[in-house]
């Protein structure tokens, strides 16, 4: 660059360019461009919604391995189908009405829905929630959102006592998203027909217990009042 092009590219910046590049240009000093490069932006980040059933293959994998690892003795846990349209339909309702609980605004919780499908259902149910927020342009990671759902339950007292409870056979999950969050259920439930929770005209029971220890150390409870199951919130 000769003396007189460096005092140019000087009046030019103080002239107020906004960029030293803009400055070579309009100053001729630019560099040609390569012959046939063109610029192709990267690709746009996949509809989240197209990536919620990997997210929900991931968390049961993850939720296996948790498993083993916090207590060997654990039960295999078995994907049950009726379990995953709870966990579906829960994780959807949190996404459409933009909550995180136990229990939807209408009272409804996953206890209430296993009853509805299934009256003579017995056994202990329970559940973890947890939610992510995203950002658009950068899209959803399922693996990476797994691991942080994980390590979001395994940080929780409660959650990590659902993760670690050995009698525990049977799982769904769900997954779902709006504009800015996604939302994930994820359901547990023993299959064995407890004899102790019989219920007028074959009826079943929901019990609600703060913790599986609590539920395990229960006393048998006594039979519904009336041939309806007994409804409360899940865990």
């Not at 007028?200 to 599986?212: E, K, L, M, V, Y």
Request: hydrophobic content about 40%; some cysteine; proline content about 10%.
């Amino acid at each position: 660059m000769n003396k007189f092009a460096a005092i140019a590219l000087a009046g030019l910046l103080l002239a107020g360019c906004s960029t030293v590049e803009g400055v070579k240009q309009r100053a001729g000093l630019a560099a040609p461009a390569p012959q046939g490069s063109v610029y192709v932006p990267p690709p746009p980040p996949p509809d989240p919604k197209t990536q919620m059933a990997e997210l929900e293959t991931w968390l049961g994998v993850l939720v296996e391995e948790a498993r083993r690892t916090l207590d060997p003795n654990t039960k295999i846990l078995r994907l049950d189908e009726r379990l995953v349209s709870i966990a579906r339909a829960r994780a959807a309702d949190m996404a459409a009405k933009k909550y995180l609980s136990s229990a939807a605004p209408d009272g409804k919780t996953s206890a209430t829905l296993l009853m509805d499908a299934d009256v003579q259902y017995q056994g202990l149910l329970g559940e973890n929630a947890a939610a992510q927020y995203y950002v658009a342009q950068s899209g959803v990671d399922p693996k990476a959102f797994a691991e942080r759902f994980l390590e979001t339950w395994l940080n929780s007292q409660p959650h990590r006592e659902n993760l670690a409870f050995a009698d525990y056979d049977r799982v769904g999950v769900g997954a779902a998203v709006n504009a800015d969050t996604v939302y994930v259920a994820l359901l547990f439930s023993t299959t064995t027909r407890d004899t102790r929770l019989p219920g007028p005209s074959g009826a079943g029971t929901a019990a609600h217990f703060d913790s599986p220890a609590e539920a395990r150390d229960a006393p048998p409870p006594k039979p519904p009042a009336s041939a309806l199951p007994m409804r409360g919130p899940s865990n």
